[in-house]
T-cell receptor
């Protein structure tokens, strides 16, 4: 079974600075998807960014980018120019290419933005 | 287009009581999922469905039952609630196919006393 590990329960960053959230995963598959979800205090799960394992190029969405290291099974999220609205829980998730596209989540990292 | 909705948003149960959580989606998605979220553990899959009339167990299915009688609805039942089922429950849905993301409902906070 696949597992996802986020080793940073909490992180904080100054507004306008850059922060990197870590995620590692374990799988024997070669084809899969990885995701970062944001969960603000409203509880709504918001997709931030996705990465297809077969793509070598790291995904980027505006101020959000990932560092995908397939051999190391590492998938970190970099947030540039941090804004107060980025404060939230962030979850890393894995989805297999097989079966019913079930998501396996990490434990989450709570990100605080200091003004 | 309401997306994924969940009913109720909050509920308090006494140990041994039963209840049903309703998830509805208006996007004609084939796949639907129920997750629970507990502090320090992320979201874990309870049950899922790949189509009307089908259900399957996820990672933590014990104490829950589900039904998918209509394509747009996915019901999660607790027959005899236990304090260990105190959690936030999320429903999600998606089209089949790796390119499609899962859309999540707003969650239901359930407390069992």
């Amino acid at each position: 079974a696949q597992t996802v590990t986020q080793s940073q329960p909490e992180m904080s960053v100054q507004e306008a600075e850059t922060v990197t959230l870590s995620c590692t995963y374990d799988t024997s598959e070669s084809d899969y998807y990885l995701f970062w979800y944001k969960q603000p205090p409203s509880r709504q799960m918001i997709l931030v960014i996705r990465q297809e394992a077969y793509k070598q190029q790291n995904a980027t969405e505006n101020r959000f980018s990932v560092n995908f290291q397939k051999a190391a099974k590492s998938f970190s999220l970099k947030i540039s120019d941090s804004q107060l609205g980025d404060a939230a829980m962030y979850f890393c998730a894995y989805r297999s290419s097989q079966g019913a596209q079930k998501l396996v989540f990490g434990q989450g990292t709570r990100l605080t933005i200091n003004p | 287009n309401a997306g994924v909705t969940q009913t109720p948003k909050f509920r308090v149960l006494k140990t041994g009581q039963s209840m049903t959580l309703l998830c509805a989606q208006d996007m004609n998605h084939e796949y639907m999922y129920w997750y629970r979220q507990d502090p320090g553990m992320g979201l874990r899959l309870i049950h899922y469905s790949v189509g009307e009339g089908t259900t399957a167990k996820g990672e933590v299915p014990d104490g829950y039952n589900v039904s998918r009688l209509k394509k747009q609805n996915f019901l999660l039942g607790l027959e005899s609630a236990a304090p260990s089922q105190t959690s936030v429950y999320f429903c999600a849905s998606s089209y089949p196919g790796l390119a499609y993301e899962q859309y999540f409902g707003p969650g239901t906070r359930l407390t069992v006393t």
